[in-house]
Every structure is written in C-alpha cells, then in structure tokens.
C-alpha cells in the first residue's frame, strides 16, 4: 500500500503517549493507553487501535473524559472488587482490575471485578489475554452506546455488548474468544455508506424495526444481533452483567464513544478470573488440549484469534502499516 | 387435545417419583429428578420434561445413571467448589451447587461451581432462576453430547451447549435468559424427518459440512450453531467453561443422553453466582428496573421467559396437560 507508513511498535507507542499528554491526559493514563491502542493496531484490530486516538485525544481535551482521573477501588470482599474509573479512560481502571484479579483468583478460586463510571473498553480480548498469560481463564462483559434494539422492537436499548473469553495454554498462546454481539460491525454500514452501496438485507434495521439494504438508513436505525431473537436475548444478559450489575450507565443512557461532547459515557465492564486448577482438580491443560486437538484435526478448522495472532507476528517482524492519513492527522493534533 | 390427561402438579411430581424408585433410584434423588422435571413440563419446556422419564428410568436401571450416587463436594476454595455428580443424575449436583452458592457468594461477593461426571442439565434456566430467587444474580453453562461442528470442520466436536442466566428483580419474577447454542434445537429436524418434510437450508450441515434441508440427512451430520462463525466461538466459550474448566468429558467423548447403553456421559456444568449489592454498590435494583422499562417501553417487545412464566401460570390454574401416550408409557414402566 503506497499511502500507510511502516513504524516500529515503540515509535507507535510514543507517539499516542504524546499526543495524549499535550491532551490533558496524565503520563500514567497516556502508558495505559498507548498500550492498548497500539496492541490492537499490532493484532489487526484497527477499529480498536491508532484510528481511535484523535477522538481519544478531543475528549480528554474537552473534560468528556477525565484524562488525569485515578481509578478508585471503591469496595472489595475477599472475592469481588467494584472499580469506579471515575469518568477517565476505561484502560487504567481495567489495569487495576487485572492486577486485583490476579492476586486475588487462586486464594479464591474465583475473582470478579466490575467496572463503573467508564469509557470505551477497546480491543475486549486483550484485558482476558491478559488474565490467561497470567494462569487464568478469563471472561469479560462490556457494554456500550445503543445500538440493537430489544428484539420485536425499534430503538436501539443495547449496546453491541462485546464478550471476551481467554484461556491459558501449556505449550502455545492462550485461546481468545472476542466477539461483539452485532451480526455485523458498525464500521461495515459506515464504509458501505460512504461507497453509496447497498448492504445485505439482515444486517440492519430501519427506525421502524424493518429491514433494510439502504446503508444511510441503517445508520438512523439500529444493528441486528447475531443469531438474531437468541442472540437478542445474550445482549440483554450482557447488558445486565456490565451495566445493571455494576451500576453503569445502561447503553440507551450513554454517549458515544466518538465524539467529544457531553458528559462521559460512564459505560461499565465485567471481568471474572477462574483458577483453572482448582476448578478442573489439575486435569485442565489436558482436557483443553484434547479439546483443541479434536478441533484441528478437521481440515479447514481453525481456532478463534487465529488472525490476530498472524497480525501480531506480521508485525514483530515488519513494524505497524499505519494509513499516512491518519499519522499525519495525529502528528497534526 | 383429545389424546392428554391433565395431571396436577403433585400428582406428576408423585408419578416420576414413584417410576424412578422402582428403577434404582433413591428417594432423595427421585424427588430432586422429579422437582426439576415437573418445573419444565410446567414451564413448557417438553423436551426437558416428563418426556425424559422413560429414558431416565431405562438409565438408571442399566447403570449407565447411578440413581444412587451421593453427590461429594471434593474440594472448595472461599469461592469455588469442585462437586463430582459420581456418575448420577445432574439435578442432586445442581441442588448441592446451588445450596453452596447461595451460602456463599454474598460473602465472597462472587462465587462459582463446577460439576463433573454429571448428566443430563435439564432445564438450564431452572438452575441459575434458584439462585435469583435467593437475591443474587447467576449464570450457568453445560455442555452435552456432540452435536456442532468446529466452525469450517464436519465432525461433531461439541454440544448444543446451553446457557443460562437469572437476575432477581424487586417485584417480578425473575428475569431469565435460557438457551442453546444451536440455531434450532434436534427435536424441530426430528419432527420433519418423521414427517418426511424439507428443513430450511441453514439449521444443519451434512457429515461432509455442506448445508442440507434433507431432514434424515441433517441428523447424520450437524446442527449449525447460532450466530454462524460467531455462535461457534461461543460454542467453544461454553466447552471451555463447561467441561475442560470442570475437568469433565467434553462433548465429543459424552454417551447419549438418551439411550441406557454404556458409561454415564460424564459432562459438565458450571455455576456462577454474583451478590448483586457487592458489584453495583445497591444500584443494582433500580439499574435493571430502568432496562426493563426501557424494552417494555417499545410496542412488540417482551422480555426473554414471558412464554415460560405464561405456561407456568396456565398449569396453576389448570394443571399440566400430558399427553395420554407418555402417561401409559410412564404408568407401563
């Protein structure tokens, strides 16, 4: 591609740390950051990575999110903890909430931590990735600005409520589940809209709760789920988990993640940490290998983050292609 | 109908009660067996029903179910305990995880069961709804005999794999999400394979992964998860959870839940409870209040479990409607 720019991963990470602290964002909360975006943009996930940054970097300017907050750990019991991230960035607050979890889920068994008062949880693999480099196997819960409405309806309740899921592996990188509960991503209307085309027929809805194909339609309508009445059914439960469990606000009542007015989108995450040995009684290595191995046996068959990992090993060995438009647009800021 | 006798409750619970005893079973786990099987005959849910009296009895007499097994709590962490079902029915496990997270999760803030060699998981909803009804917030997650393919693969691999979830809520019923992971349950292509009907071309593949409305040919191949790829990281999710975490047979290794030939299927269950006023701070009933609110707010919208709480309702009033066939099939045993 003529128009990206190769970089190494640490010039990337400079760069966000930067940018943010001209933006009123403290050095702490711009490291935490910096290494999120920038492990999403090594992993392929571009709608999580560098492409977030200049909205990134207007809210903290403008107080949407309070770029120097300092995430509270406002109530523990021996095995749960409630993390207010104080209207900053969700990255610093679900930092404190993988180390709790970690020091915490092997005395226990079982730790969870809930998140409140928070913002944008990006790339949601990466904080369960986390937790399994870690012995763990992890399972994250996050909710967002509305978009899918409740299923036989027409305004959008419910975020598109990511579910994160890792494990840890003996010999190999963990298993990462990462998906959003939206058939299609958002982004996937967007560039169909600005190309003027049509868009398959069980992607969208009007604001009537219709089908439509029309992409500009789609965007004042809502998202269909995966799996469609099922699927409608786990947003609720994500939505119950990460908001209503934790005392965020609901999706319908937070504000986008994008732009830089208004008050901050206060969206909340669940995380859970399982000790597998505890559970499993020392056979999980074996029975998750087993699993694994009855899965790649299958011609055609690959594991879930398959990809990711080949972007983050694509990248270790050729530095990050960042689109020069947008560099130029961070350099700018 | 003309072909149903209607039972009151007691009566069938008495009926399953007395079938089991005379099969090997013990009283304590004929009436734990008998409670979970009227609640789901009561709650409409027929194929988690008195439907499984037949199959459960022949089990029990085979030995492939210990009808006398004594579920053993065999380790515990604060907050996780490891119970071995011992080769008997899932329902005298289920009640001892549930007693011991209701016992415990308010103090830890979460807590967490697994259970291995266990059974059938019946009506996954009638687990974590238990739990809601103690006033904390639950999840559940099973696996079961091989029924999906690893997505792009042909062979079966893992369940349909349910997935329950319960919240309590002030002045209502709890609400309840309650399904599997495949895009339509076995009984739907069943039903049109004995009625020599076509099926649509995407609940199944074929035994070399192609889609197929060919009903007979459906059953020797695979069900199509929920969600397509999606739904099958989901699928794995639940495996994960459910069976490796447990230490239990993973779907592929699991006997038939309906036959009475050979080793007990030896799956798993997994059992999370969370206090609801540790993780939100007390915000917990008015948060999910004002989700509800918002769905019912919308013409068209119900929430997941109406049809069930109907259907319960309906047998108050008028008793349970059996059909006469099972009844005399039941009585005969």
């Not at 120097?68 to 930092?95: M, N, S, Y």
């Not at 009542?253 to 208004?262: I, L, P, V």
Request: net charge negative; with cysteine; glycine share 10%.
């Amino acid at each position: 591609m003529s128009d990206t720019v190769v970089l190494d991963v640490d010039s990337a990470r400079q760069l966000v740390v930067s940018t943010l602290e001209r933006h009123d964002t403290s050095p702490a909360n711009a490291a935490s950051v910096a290494d999120a975006l920038v492990a999403a943009e090594r992993d392929g996930q571009k709608g999580h990575g560098l492409s977030r940054v200049p909205s990134y970097a207007a809210q903290a300017a403008s107080g949407k999110v309070d770029g120097r907050a300092i995430p509270v750990l406002v109530d523990e019991k021996p095995a749960a903890a409630r993390i207010d991230a104080c209207r900053g960035f969700a990255f610093p607050a679900a930092d404190l909430a993988v180390d709790w979890l970690a020091a915490r889920a092997t005395d226990s068994g079982i730790a969870s931590a809930a998140i409140f008062r928070s913002h944008h949880f990006g790339q949601a693999g990466y904080h369960v990735e986390r937790l399994a480099a870690r012995g763990l196997v992890a399972l994250a819960f996050a909710n967002s600005p509305k978009a899918i409405a409740p299923w036989g309806g027409r305004s959008g309740v419910f975020g598109t409520n990511p579910v994160a899921f890792a494990a840890p592996r003996a010999s190999a990188d963990p298993l990462v589940v990462d998906l959003s509960l939206s058939k299609v991503a958002r982004g996937k209307i967007l560039v169909a809209a600005e190309a003027g085309e049509p868009i398959p027929g069980d992607w969208a809805l009007d604001a009537d709760g219709h089908p439509t194909t029309d992409a500009p339609t789609a965007l004042g309508g809502t998202m269909v789920p995966m799996g469609d009445a099922k699927g409608a059914a786990l947003v609720l439960m994500v939505e119950v988990l990460a908001a209503a469990l934790t005392g965020a606000n609901l999706g319908f009542e937070a504000s986008s993640f994008f732009d830089a007015d208004g008050d901050s989108p206060g969206v909340g995450q669940l995380l859970i940490a399982f000790d597998p040995a505890t559970f499993s009684g020392g056979a999980f290595p074996e029975r998750l290998e087993t699993l694994v191995g009855a899965m790649l046996s299958q011609d055609g068959v690959r594991l879930p983050g398959s990809r990711r990992l080949e972007s983050r090993a694509r990248v270790a060995a050729e530095g990050l292609a960042v689109p020069k438009s947008l560099l130029d647009r961070i350099i700018g800021l």
